[in-house]
């Protein structure tokens, strides 16, 4: 099987864990991911932020490590990937308003290419009509009605799961990375034998 082309789509603040795990599980097994922020290069710095739950009524933030992006925005053809991952924490609020960015989300939604989503990342995927749409979806709880009012139907999953529906694969956030990752390999076609 051929490697594959991953574009992830990240803002300051997006979630540490859903961008440097996800990112250097895929290269470990070979695929490309480039990581692209609106208006920023590579080799610029993103802030990112990290989110905890601490039997509160909800999550904390925490500053997370600097992320280096590795591919330059302005750059970007959609339809030189495979698939594209919308990372959450903060950064999927202001990035989905972007239009660019918007249009990108388009492409693989039309190109019925395979779409990742996670935690808050499914903000990006809503403010595109009918990504969504007839979809069972994840994400974090606290998107569940956005979901709805996009047509997709909210699935709660226990945190260490994942969702596939048709090409699109969803989690409620970083605890659920390796179910995450292990469906996206499969929807991807990547096959990991153990001798």
């Known amino acids: 099987m051929p490697a594959k082309k991953i574009l992830m789509l990240v803002g300051e603040f997006s979630e540490e864990y859903e961008i ?18 609106p208006d920023k290069n590579a080799g610029d710095i993103l802030k990112t932020s990290l989110h905890d739950f601490e039997r509160l009524q909800t999550y904390t933030e925490k500053p997370g490590h600097d992320y280096v992006l590795n591919k330059t925005f302005s750059e970007v053809r959609p339809e030189d990937y495979d698939a594209v991952y919308a990372a959450g924490g903060r950064g999927p609020e202001y990035i989905r308003i972007d239009k660019r960015v918007q249009a990108i ?20 995927l809503i403010a595109v009509d009918g990504v969504v749409r007839g979809k069972k979806v994840s994400a974090l709880k606290y998107c569940e009605p956005e979901v ?23 989690a409620s956030g970083w605890t659920a990375l390796a179910a995450f990752m292990r469906e996206c390999l499969k929807v991807l076609g990547t096959e990991i034998r153990h001798n």
Not at 105 to 123: D, M, S
């Open 105 to 124: 989300v388009r492409h693989f939604h039309e190109a019925g290419k395979p779409i990742f989503t996670i935690c808050h990342g499914v903000q990006i």
């Open 20 to 37: 440097f795990v996800f990112e250097q599980a895929m290269h470990a097994v070979g695929h490309t991911v480039h990581v692209v922020c």
């Open 148 to 170: 709805t009012l996009a047509g997709g139907e909210y699935v709660d999953l226990g945190p260490t799961e994942a969702i596939v529906d048709g090409t699109m694969v969803s």
